[in-house]
């Protein structure tokens, strides 16, 4: 069964830390990865989409990357803030789907 | 910038009754999905739809629940008959063409409560 698992379950960290999240998916053949941020009973924001060909994708503080041989995606988070404070989903669309099967997420909390 | 949009936002309802959640993709958007998170649980695929035809569907997308796009904007989801269990938060995404690059958008999405 294609799975994604994502750990730490929850983070507490200090605010001007680097943190990484980790994902891992069970079958390598995907066609892209998503990470997605979730606010508490919110909708789910896109925060970076790396393809099956990349290795890594960057956009201001995040950085995420790929290793399809491993099955592991990380997001990493430079100089967290209070505001970086939500759950982030790991989500994955495996080769021949069009359904992105997601992981239960790690909650990040940053405190000041 | 562009957005998905769903309606209500929140809705209550018996169990046995019909209800019908919309949605309002993004204008040049293709291809649409309805996902579901159960409180505490993982988001979960429900169903993806293009060319007014079913893409994809999951194991929990059985007779219960059929989707539409009954005009040129909205894409709705319609639940039969309502179980306890369909207790969740629906999610409606859209994305351009539905090809291993696109992103998918989502909504913000409606709150389901059946008593």
């Known amino acids: 069964k294609q799975e994604v698992t994502q750990i730490p379950a929850a983070l507490s960290v200090p605010e001007g830390e680097n943190l990484v999240l980790n994902c891992s998916f069970t079958?390598?053949?995907?066609?892209?990865l998503q990470w997605f941020r979730q606010d508490p009973g919110k909708g789910l924001t896109s925060l970076l989409l790396i393809q099956s060909s990349q290795r890594e994708q960057t956009s201001g503080r995040l950085n995420a990357s790929l290793d399809k041989s491993s099955g592991r995606s990380t997001l990493y988070i430079a100089a967290s803030q209070p505001g970086d404070s939500a759950t982030y989903l790991c989500a994955v669309i495996f080769q021949a789907g069009t359904a992105l099967i997601f992981g239960k997420g790690t909650t990040l909390s940053v405190s000041s | 910038e562009p957005e998905v949009t769903q309606t209500p936002s929140h809705q209550v309802t018996q169990m046995g009754q019909e209800v019908i959640l919309r949605c309002v993709p993004i204008s040049n958007h293709l291809y649409f999905y309805w996902y579901r998170q159960i409180l505490g649980q993982k988001v979960e695929f429900l169903v993806s739809?293009?060319?007014?035809?079913?893409?994809?569907k999951s194991e929990i997308f059985d007779d219960q629940f059929s989707v539409e796009r009954p005009d040129g904007s909205n894409f709705t989801l319609k639940i039969r008959s309502t179980k306890l269990e369909d207790s969740a938060m629906y999610f409606c995404a859209s994305s351009q063409t539905g090809y291993s690059a696109e992103t998918q958008y989502f909504g913000p999405g409606t709150r389901l409560l059946v008593l």
């Open positions: 739809f293009y060319n007014n035809e079913i893409s994809e």
């Open positions: 079958d390598s053949a995907i066609y892209n």
